[in-house]
């Protein structure tokens, strides 16, 4: 039981916020640990479902959007005025573990449950999204539902998306129940007076420094790109070597330059990673004729992260004229990096001081949901540690005692904002 400066004395349940955690861990593509929930797979489907109903089990009303975003919403006694908004993913990427977004939306249901026990009335209203996609996996570009909210993406651009199949985004969200036009998707001018979403930190600051919450003042901008090399296949033991043009090794060499780049960009936060890497025709005895990567490239700053894609880029094509290999290089997205709403980090700064929580002020590496409701709302990120910092695979763990205390400083800080 908390009670930071107002008199509100605010239990978070833990045990049930666990339970339900690990309810939703078991609905997956994988089996357990594996958590794989890949957007409107068969999994994604009945993910929606449990949060439909975990929504409706914390009072709160529920709608779904043409994308399949859900919001779960407890009306404020001002409804005219901008909601306040919280809220992150339950999609999941092949071979994920169960905090991941989880946390950040049944923490969140919980938060709001919490106040409504408190007897805790908002003026504003408040609302739970559970963000559709905010992984990459199905169309190579992450945060498509709040990318759609925010503006962020065209819908033509959103409808031309395909999937490794060939799918459309269209196709696949009727099959999934989900119709009407994508343009009504975007937001409302001024719909959130603020966005607080809880996260765990997917790094290893907070854990090292032994600080139970941290609070983000700048997301880093993400980039990707598609990488699509065409040399000449052929026989592995007859085509020699002084005649050959092997994709795979100009692949090699842009994978070995995205590393090198990232190495010397200058800016400790630039990241860069080739996570896709497919050779066809993929037969031990045959030279490959082409290659696919995927490269992702990172940072807070946006002219180191220009300076290391010049730099791949050029090493791309000096690697391919040397091995006659043509090449096709497409940005996939390349999105600035957002700065944490500074009012709101000092609300959430305020909430952790009063609950005696130690607080540290932090740059997101991983995006979130968050980038883009930035650019929409005052926002910011409450993170929580997670163990080694360790994510996107099924060893990802948060301690119960910090996804409770990152479940009540968000409802704290809802309830500040909701007033
Ligand atoms: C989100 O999951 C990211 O890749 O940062
Ligand atoms: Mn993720
Ligand atoms: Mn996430």
């Known amino acids: 039981m908390s009670t930071p400066k107002s008199d509100l004395r605010i239990a978070i ?36 479902e449990y949060v439909r109903r975990a929504a409706r089990e914390a009072g709160l009303a529920v709608r779904e959007d043409p994308v399949g975003n859900i919001f779960a919403r407890w009306e404020g006694s001002d409804p005219g005025l901008p909601a306040v908004g919280s809220g992150s993913h339950t999609d999941a990427i092949p071979n994920a573990g169960r905090y991941d977004g989880v946390v950040g939306v049944l923490g969140a249901f919980e938060a709001l449950a919490a106040l409504k026990r408190a007897g805790f009335s908002p003026r504003r209203s408040l609302e739970v999204v559970m963000f559709t996609a905010e992984e990459p996996t199905r169309f190579g570009l992450g945060c498509l539902g709040s990318r759609l909210m925010a503006g962020s993406i065209s819908v033509e651009r959103a409808q031309a998306l395909r999937d490794r199949e060939g799918r459309t985004l269209d196709e696949l969200r009727a099959a999934a129940g989900y119709s009407g036009p994508l343009q009504s998707v975007r937001l409302p001018p001024g719909y959130y007076h603020a966005f607080v979403e809880l996260h765990i930190e997917q790094g290893p600051i907070l854990e090292a420094e032994g600080i139970p919450i941290g609070i983000v003042e700048h997301i880093a901008g993400p980039s990707s790109y598609r990488v699509t090399l065409h040399g000449e296949g052929g026989h592995a033991g007859a085509v020699l070597m002084p005649v050959r043009h092997d994709a795979s090794l100009a692949g090699a060499e842009i994978a070995l330059a995205v590393e090198r780049a990232a190495k010397t960009s200058g800016s400790p936060d630039t990241v860069g990673t080739v996570g896709v890497f497919r050779i066809e025709p993929g037969a031990v005895n045959s030279v490959p004729f082409k290659a696919y990567l995927e490269i992702d490239l990172r940072d807070a700053r946006l002219d180191t992260r220009s300076r290391a894609l010049a730099e791949i880029r050029g090493a791309a094509e000096e690697a391919c004229a040397r091995r006659g290999i043509r090449m096709e290089f497409e940005e996939i997205n390349a999105d600035p990096p957002a700065a944490g709403d500074p009012k709101t980090v000092a609300i ?65 800080t809802l309830a500040r904002l909701a007033t």
């Not at 959430?348 to 968050?370: F, K, P």
Request: aromatic share 6%; proline share 6%; with cysteine.
């Open 13 to 48: 349940d833990g045990a049930g916020l666990l339970r339900r955690l690990g309810e939703l861990a078991l609905v997956s593509e994988a089996p357990a640990p594996v958590v794989t929930r890949v957007l409107f797979s068969e999994a994604d489907a009945r993910g929606r």
């Open 348 to 412: 959430v700064e305020r909430v952790c001081a009063e609950l005696g929580l130690r607080s540290l002020r932090m740059v997101s590496r991983a995006y979130h949901d968050s980038l883009f409701m930035a650019r929409v709302s005052p926002t910011t990120i409450i993170f929580i540690p997670c163990r080694n910092g360790w994510s996107h695979r099924p060893e990802e763990y948060a301690a119960p005692g910090h996804i409770a205390s990152g479940a009540e400083v968000l409802a704290h």
